[in-house]
């Protein structure tokens, strides 16, 4: 499995972002789609996920309202917006996937620095 990140880079606050990640290697029926986040010093977090099958998502709570998964599955990639950012949300961007039956995330894309000034 191979996951490519794109996007991110320098965005104020109170911009959008949108990150791509392209997945490849295998058809990925019955798979989870997520997205994590490490700002410096801190651990990784969870941000959200989708579901390959029926595009369902689950989103970090504190990140309800301002984020948006979707997966655009002729394409094999999924996608992440980010509205209304603040400087607490730069931090390195990963995408990363699982088999539904999985209970941890196997498979990363390299990390997608995203820094938000004020």
């Known amino acids: 499995v191979q996951l490519q990140a794109s996007g991110g880079g320098l965005l104020q606050a109170g911009d959008s972002l949108k990150l791509s990640c392209v997945a490849s290697g295998r058809t990925f029926t019955n798979w989870i789609i997520g997205w994590f986040r490490q700002a410096p010093g801190k651990e990784r977090e969870f941000v959200g996920h989708?579901?390959?099958?029926?595009?369902?998502?689950r989103y970090k709570d504190s990140l309800k309202g301002r984020l948006t998964l979707s997966r655009d599955r002729t394409k094999n990639t999924v996608y992440l917006q980010m509205d209304d950012l603040k400087p607490d949300d730069s931090a390195i961007y990963y995408c990363a996937a699982r088999s539904s039956a999985a209970s941890t995330y196997n498979n990363w894309g390299q990390g997608i620095q995203v820094i938000v000034s004020s």
């Open positions: 989708i579901t390959w099958n029926l595009g369902a998502t």
